[in-house]
């Protein structure tokens, strides 16, 4: 049978204590210091991944160390403890292994791992992107933005993935400013896009006058730490985070109900699929990094398909096509690594209703299209 790995790691350490509960009573430091020396482990095996094409079967492989760590540890130590994840993953029989969450990130996003293993290794991306902007021009919807008319603004536009994100929605988009911090790259990317679309965007290097008016907001920068304020943004405005480490801090989120955050789609798996491993997601249902190491497995495409941190809007694209061919389908949002409800949905709208109708009669008026740009 065709199969898969993919490699996983603790968000935080109350994600440990979910898989080790003997380890809840103990201090974060010592935790922390146990994980470190403790060799990569098999997490589950995933079953019943099953579309009209094929039937893949898979591993979940533990990388324990938790985002802090790999963000904070040496690069070449975090490096060599993912490798090692890798090649249980070989041993496990994989014949191509995912990189989840902050694997993916690490060093040169998936290159130097890829060299150090005999299976391909893909980080995802590529159909993370393709579920973060199918989800956000959803929750826009939801929110009552149509995402033709709406104010949208892509933060980190000169980066790879910024870029690929403002090429796909300039296709659809009226009203399009891109962020960066290099205005001559983001006229370079301008210039593109309106000899292949038609679209003449605005751009800015002031992303926090630019998100005053929009709706709609991709933010992917390679920033370490957050670049969205809470009062940069609307009532009403959908985020949408793709970056790692995150734009959008989680104050934000808890400062302001009336908006709505999230960092790309759950993805609704075919086939009676059992993770037998529970990461905080409704049943049958996965990130978009765990689908594209599926959809690869499935399609019998063992190779490196996103690696690197330059990604095409032809992979965005391909993956879309590959995820449709075999069933794959956006089923939610998440926000900071948990799904979304729809009763949290409604509280934002509501919430962000109540400030507008407020704004409006102290004469205030949140609504319109001017933004300050710099051009």
């Not at 060093?107 to 791992?113: E, K, L, S, V």
């Not at 690197?308 to 809007?313: A, P, Y």
């Given at each position: 049978m065709d199969n898969f790995a993919f490699i996983i790691h603790p968000i935080d350490i109350s994600d440990v204590s979910r898989k080790f509960g003997f380890m809840k009573k103990l201090p974060e430091g010592i935790v922390e210091g146990i994980m470190k020396n403790m060799p990569p482990v098999r997490v589950s095996h995933i079953t019943g991944v099953k579309s009209p094409y094929n039937e893949v079967e898979g591993w979940f492989v533990g990388c324990p160390l938790t985002t802090r760590q790999m963000m904070t540890l040496p690069e070449e130590y975090v490096l060599k403890k993912i490798i090692k994840a890798g090649k249980l993953a070989e041993k496990l029989g994989a014949r191509i292994v995912g990189l989840g969450a902050f694997t993916s990130v690490v060093?040169?996003?998936?290159?130097?791992?890829a060299k150090n293993l005999n299976i391909p290794v893909t980080t995802g991306n590529s159909y993370t992107v393709a579920t973060a902007l199918e989800g956000a021009k959803k929750a826009a919807g939801i929110m009552g933005h149509d995402i033709k008319n709406a104010e949208v603004v892509v933060v980190g536009a000169t980066g790879s993935i910024g870029r690929v994100c403002a090429e796909i929605l300039a296709r659809e988009c009226r009203f399009l400013t891109l962020v960066g911090r290099r205005t001559e790259k983001l006229e370079k990317i301008a210039d593109r896009i309106l000899n292949d679309t038609g679209l003449s965007v605005r751009i800015s290097s002031d992303v926090h006058s630019a998100l005053k008016r929009a709706d709609v907001v991709i933010t992917v920068t390679s920033s370490v730490d957050s670049v969205i304020d809470a009062g940069d943004l609307k009532p009403g405005a959908v985020v949408c985070d793709v970056a790692r480490p995150r734009d959008v801090s989680r104050e934000v989120a808890e400062k302001r109900d009336d908006v709505l955050i999230i960092e790309g789609g759950v993805v609704e798996v075919p086939g009676d699929v059992d993770f037998h491993f529970n990461f905080g997601f409704p049943p049958k249902t996965s990130y978009a990094c765990m689908a594209e190491t599926m959809i690869?497995?499935?399609?019998?495409?063992?190779?490196?398909?996103?690696?690197?941190?330059?990604?095409?809007?032809?992979?965005v694209e391909e993956i879309s096509r590959l995820a449709k061919k075999h069933g794959f389908k956006l089923a939610g949002f998440r926000s900071f690594e948990r799904a979304v409800t729809q009763e949290q949905i409604e509280k934002i709208k509501k919430n962000a209703q109540k400030k507008l109708e407020g704004a409006d009669k102290s004469g205030r008026g949140l609504t319109g299209r001017v933004c300050p740009v710099t051009t």
């Open positions: 060093g040169d996003a998936g290159i130097t791992i690869l497995a499935l399609e019998r495409r063992y190779e490196n398909f996103t690696l690197g941190r330059d990604l095409t809007v032809e992979q």
